[in-house]
């Protein structure tokens, strides 16, 4: 049998992020970390500020858990976090003495975001050994996280009690399609989810 959808579409999630930004403007990013593109780019336009010189980078990382790619095995979908992308040489240090802000669309399992906080904390603590020792706390990496989407369920991984959570919306466990997976037609998609409100 087919799981029950939640069809967002491109409005509701604008709507959730802009509502989301005054909350996020207390951690004051510097940066964004996108596992979630769409989110990230949408939720730079309200976090501007006019005190800071330019926008707020945003820089990708891709993890699949749920993602079907080349060399996996069917055991591995759901249960294992594949890197598909992460930061390069050139942006090894980027995160030093930054407020960094991961942003994606859902915390399902939260195996994910546990992935994405542990390799990028371990990353930090590998370039702040290369400074020296008076030069460390104060290039510390703070982090904090944004989801568009909080799944109301048991986690399979915890998160820092010490890093800043921010979600846009608590949902049951249901799929949720997000509209730039629409491979058909993105009319159809947003028919269905203006049906399911009805």
Do not use: C
Not at 2 to 9: F, Q, S, Y
Not at 72 to 95: D, F, K, N, S, Y
Not at 171 to 186: G, Q
């Amino acid at each position: 049998m087919e799981p029950e959808h939640i069809r967002a579409t491109y409005e509701d999630i604008h709507k959730l992020i802009r509502a989301s930004a005054e909350k996020i403007k207390e951690f004051k990013p510097d940066i964004l970390i996108a596992i979630g593109f769409f989110p990230a780019r949408v939720l730079r336009t309200f976090l501007k500020d006019t005190s800071r010189k330019g926008n707020i980078p945003i820089y990708a990382i891709g993890l699949s858990l749920y993602e079907s790619l080349p060399g996996m095995t069917a055991e591995q979908i759901g249960r294992e976090v594949v890197r598909t992308q992460w930061l390069g040489p050139e942006t090894a240090h980027v995160l030093l003495g930054k407020r960094a802000l991961i942003v994606d669309e859902v915390d399902d399992s939260r195996k994910t975001l546990h992935y994405a906080i542990s390799e990028l904390q371990k990353d930090v603590e590998r370039d702040l050994e290369a400074l020296p020792e008076s030069e460390r706390e104060a290039q510390r990496t703070q982090f904090a996280i944004f989801v568009v989407h909080n799944k109301l369920k048991p986690k399979l991984a915890e998160l820092p009690a010490d890093i800043p959570y921010y979600a846009g919306a608590e949902v049951e466990d249901l799929w949720l399609d997000y509209p730039w997976e629409a491979v058909s037609d993105i009319d159809e998609h947003n028919r269905l989810a203006a049906a399911k409100r009805a």
